[in-house]
């Protein structure tokens, strides 16, 4: 959290971009103050669904069953994306890390950082 904004940035790696994730991006309304592009998002998600949509695939989440982890992460995601706004604070920032590289996700991001934070 940047605490002077109120903003949460979270660090999304391979396993944010699940087909259920995919799910909830198409749900969001139209006009959304989003911290990241929903498109990219999307996209994202088509590439490494099939590699994600298999992590944890067994494991059980309270509330969404045996086999929920995806979905229950894909909910608590978009719960943060939507609910931040709906409450005045910033929208949540997200950085997409999918292949674990820190440095190419900072460089993508950066200057959107900077100025959101500033």
Do not use: N
């Not at 904004?5 to 790696?13: F, N």
């Not at 996209?43 to 995806?70: E, I, N, V």
């Not at 978009?78 to 820190?102: H, Q, S, T």
């Amino acid at each position: 959290m940047h605490e002077p904004t109120g903003t949460l940035v979270e660090i999304d790696e391979h396993q944010h971009f699940t087909s259920y994730r995919l799910l909830t991006l198409d749900h969001y309304p139209d006009g959304v103050p989003l911290g990241f592009d929903l498109d990219e998002y999307r996209r994202l998600c088509h590439r490494w669904a099939s590699k994600a949509d298999g992590y944890f695939r067994t494991k059980a989440a309270t509330g969404f069953g045996p086999s929920g982890r995806q979905r229950q992460r894909a909910y608590h995601d978009a719960l943060r994306d939507l609910a931040a706004p709906a409450m005045g604070l910033p929208p949540v920032i997200r950085v997409a890390a999918p292949d674990r590289d820190g440095s190419a996700a900072y460089e993508g991001v950066r200057g959107m950082l900077r100025s959101r934070l500033a």
